[in-house]
C-alpha cells in the first residue's frame, strides 16, 4: 500500500456483476444440453466500479463519476471446476455522461492526483467527453474499448487488451503512441510501445482461476505505483503483478495493494 494517500476520479461505466455458482450433473432429456443447479449467488461492482474498489482497497482516496449498476453481467459457474457455462448480460447500454457532472468532473480536476477513465463503450463517456477530461488534467489513465485517436493522445496511458490491438493497429499510427500505448497479453504479460517498437513486460505464470476484472486490477495498480514513484516500467511491472493475484481468485476480485 502507498504510503500517501492519492485522491483519483474514476470516470466509466459500471456493472452488476453476478456469479450464479452451481452444479450440472445431468443432461436434459429433451436437448443435449447440461441442467443447471444455483446453490448461490455472489455480487460485486463491475467495469468501472471494479477499478474503484482496486483503487481504494490500495489506499486511495476514490470518488466515482459512473452509470447507475443497471448493467448486469452474469455468469453461470460450475461450483466444483470454476467452469463457466454461460454469460448472460442485460441492459448493455449506459445513460450518457450529463453535461452537469462533467463539468464537475472539470471544476474539481485540480483536486485529484489522476483521472481513471473505464470506458467499457456501454455509452457512458464520448470521445468528446474524454477529449475534455484530459485537455483539464496531466494524469489520465485511459481503458477504452473505442478506436483510440486525437481524442485520448493527451492521456498518460491508454490501455487495451491484445484483441483490441488486432482490431485497430491498422487503423492507427503507432508513431503517435510512444510511451503511452500499453497492451495487455493476458498470461503473456504486456507491452509498452516504445521509440524502438513494443518492450515487453513478463510476468510469472500463475494458476489462472478467473480472467474477470484483471484489467481493471491491472489498471489500479498502474495508476497506484506510477503516482508513487514517476516511472513507467515500475509501474507497468507492479499492474502486472497485481493481475497476475486478482486471477488466482474466483470471480471478480479486488486487491488490496
Not at 492526483?113 to 464520448?126: C, L, Q
Not at 494524469?139 to 481524442?151: A, E, L, R, S, Y
Not at 516511472?231 to 481468485?249: L, R, S
Request: glycine share 6%.
Amino acid at each position: 500500500m502507498s504510503q500517501k494517500t492519492y485522491k483519483i476520479s474514476v470516470v466509466g461505466d459500471s456493472c452488476l456483476d453476478a456469479f450464479i455458482y452451481g452444479k450440472a450433473d445431468r443432461l436434459c432429456p429433451d436437448v443435449p444440453v447440461p441442467v443447471f443447479t444455483p446453490i448461490r449467488r455472489v455480487t460485486n461492482s463491475g467495469m468501472a466500479g471494479n477499478v474503484f474498489m482496486n483503487l481504494e482497497n490500495m489506499g486511495a482516496e476514490c470518488f466515482l463519476f459512473s452509470s447507475m449498476e443497471k448493467n448486469i453481467k452474469e455468469r453461470y459457474v460450475d461450483l466444483k471446476t470454476n467452469h463457466t457455462f454461460l454469460r448472460v448480460d442485460k441492459n448493455d447500454k449506459s445513460e450518457p455522461l450529463k453535461e452537469q457532472m462533467l463539468s464537475h468532473i472539470i471544476e474539481s480536476a485540480s483536486q485529484y492526483d489522476a483521472i481513471v477513465i473505464s470506458d467499457y463503450g456501454k455509452g457512458f463517456v464520448s470521445e468528446e467527453d474524454i477529449k475534455t477530461i484530459c485537455n483539464w488534467h496531466p494524469n489520465v489513465f485511459i481503458d477504452t474499448k473505442k478506436v483510440i485517436g486525437d481524442f485520448c493522445k493527451k492521456a498518460k496511458f491508454v490501455k487495451i487488451n491484445t484483441p483490441e490491438f488486432e482490431a485497430i493497429k491498422h487503423e492507427i499510427n503507432l508513431k503517435d503512441w510512444v510511451n503511452k500505448l500499453i497492451v495487455t497479453q493476458g498470461d503473456r504479460g504486456c507491452m509498452l510501445y516504445t521509440e524502438n517498437g513494443f518492450h515487453y513486460f513478463p510476468v510469472e505464470s500463475v494458476d489462472v482461476h478467473d480472467l474477470s476484472g484483471a484489467g481493471d486490477t491491472f489498471l489500479a495498480g498502474l495508476v497506484m505505483k506510477y503516482l508513487d514513484t514517476s516511472n513507467t516500467n515500475e509501474a507497468i511491472e507492479h499492474a502486472n503483478k497485481c493481475a497476475a493475484k486478482a486471477v488466482q481468485e474466483r470471480g471478480v476480485y479486488s486487491l488490496a495493494d
